[in-house]
């Protein structure tokens, strides 16, 4: 199998198959057959995208982060920097999270289901933040580059004896 997928890039392979997508999906009205209505994207963009347009699905691809393959539904990979300081951190730390795309995270940036305790990354202040305070009791908020990486170098190995 050649090519790759129009949306995240990889290519297509035994694992992650091909697939014909309609941009504008047909439960929006597309048409199946019109080939300027078709593209091609892995299994798992295409089971990502659902009903979204092309147009809605890549501005959602731009603006939040984006499943990985290998554990679609708990793990995005994160394409904001910030997010990802603290992703790595989490990671090397043997710390156990889910990200914005399970329902545990509330829609913050990370959910520790050990700690239950939740933690919104940004990159400047904005006026959304006090909304998102309150969809928990126990949040870390971190904003700005510099504050995720002095947090991210304070996150270290637990010791579990
Ligand atoms: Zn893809």
Not at 47 to 61: H, P, S, Y
Not at 87 to 110: S, Y
Not at 111 to 116: A, G, H, K, M, T
Request: hydrophobic content about 35%.
């Amino acid at each position: 199998m050649s090519g790759s997928c129009t949306y995240c890039g990889r290519d297509f392979s035994a694992a992650n198959p091909r697939t014909v997508e309609h941009l504008v999906p047909m439960a929006r009205g597309g048409s199946r057959c019109d080939p300027e209505n078709r593209g091609e994207s892995c299994a798992e963009c295409n089971a990502a995208k659902g009903t979204m347009t092309d147009e809605e699905f890549r501005a959602q691809l731009r603006n939040e982060a984006f499943f990985d393959h290998a554990r679609p539904a708990i793990k995005p990979a994160m394409t904001d920097p910030v997010e990802r300081t603290i992703a790595e951190a989490l990671d090397r730390a043997g710390i156990e999270w889910v990200g914005d795309t399970d329902p545990r995270a509330k829609r913050l940036d990370f959910f520790l289901p050990i700690e239950n305790v939740h933690i919104e990354v940004k990159r400047f202040h904005t006026d959304r933040t006090a909304e998102q305070m309150e969809r928990s009791e126990n949040i870390i908020v971190v904003v700005g580059l510099a504050a995720a990486r002095a947090f991210a170098r304070m996150i270290t190995k637990r010791d579990d004896g």
